[in-house]
């Protein structure tokens, strides 16, 4: 079973840069707060590695967001997030 997604491993990697761009870091800073190589974050921006849950946990931190923050924009991204869980998690972020 193939379990590829180029389309998400892009997905993915556009919102890492965002975030991270929008969050005021270089790849070095990130890294470093994720305890992570700079290599590493580099990879997951230019889609040539998958974060595990770990470096996702790993990075989130290192960015000050949580896990479901990064998700629900890739979800968004994707096309593949559902409606309901989207109004949802909305209104958790806001409060």
């Given at each position: 079973?193939?379990?590829?997604?180029?389309?998400?491993?892009?997905?993915?990697?556009?919102?890492l840069?965002?975030?991270?761009e929008?969050?005021?870091?270089?790849?070095?800073?990130?890294?470093?707060?994720?305890?992570?190589?700079?290599?590493?974050?580099?990879?997951?921006e230019?889609?040539r590695?998958?974060?595990?849950?770990?470096?996702?946990?790993?990075?989130?931190?290192?960015?000050?967001?949580?896990?479901?923050?990064?998700?629900?924009?890739?979800?968004?991204?994707?096309?593949?997030?559902?409606?309901?869980?989207?109004?949802?998690?909305?209104?958790?972020?806001?409060?």
């Amino acid at each position: 079973m193939d379990r590829s997604n180029s389309a998400l491993v892009a997905a993915f990697a556009e919102v890492l840069r965002e975030r991270r761009e929008h969050a005021g870091l270089t790849q070095e800073e990130l890294a470093e707060r994720a305890d992570v190589s700079v290599r590493f974050i580099s990879f997951l921006e230019t889609g040539r590695r998958q974060p595990s849950l770990s470096a996702l946990a790993a990075v989130s931190k290192g960015l000050g967001l949580p896990m479901s923050a990064l998700i629900l924009a890739l979800e968004r991204r994707n096309g593949s997030g559902s409606p309901a869980v989207e109004q949802r998690s909305s209104r958790e972020a806001e409060a």
